[in-house]
Nanobody
Framework: VQLQAFGGGLVQAGGSLRLSCAASGLPLSTYIMGWFRQAPGKEREFVAAMSRSAFGTYYADSVKGRFTISRDNAKNTAYLQMNSLKPEDTAVYYC??????????????????WGQGTLVTVSS
């Protein structure tokens, strides 16, 4: 089971990026998906999560209205569309998956599988 996150980079404030999380060895459609981030010197924090059906999505207050989590089951890939980026969004972003959860969780310890992280840097 592997998750590979990619799509990070350097972007100016107000810009957009789309992160991808490609899964292998597991059918992503049967997993709860989450995105987390960790800024330098800070703890890992919840960003967004999605139910198996993709109808249930949840966001941290800091990204609500700017970020969108989604998935393409045919491609076995999840996404995080990030718009109106701010310097405080700078962090390493991680995707996570779990097939035991009943509903999406904002707690990182509840996810079994993690991608390696992709760095997003937003310049002011």
């Amino acid at each position: 089971v592997q998750l590979q996150a990619f799509g990070g980079g350097l972007v100016q404030a107000g810009g957009s990026l789309r992160l991808s999380c490609a899964a292998s060895g597991l059918p992503l459609s049967t997993y709860i998906m989450g995105w987390f981030r960790q800024a330098p010197g800070k703890e890992r924090e919840f960003v967004a999560a999605m139910s198996r059906s993709a109808f249930g999505t949840y966001y941290a207050d800091s990204v609500k209205g700017r970020f969108t989590i989604s998935r393409d089951n045919a491609k076995n890939t999840a996404y995080l569309q990030m718009n109106s980026l701010k310097p405080e969004d700078t962090a390493v972003y991680y995707c996570a998956a779990d097939n035991r959860l009943e509903t999406p969780s904002r707690w990182s310890y509840e996810y079994d599988y993690w991608g390696q992280g992709t760095l997003v840097t937003v310049s002011s």
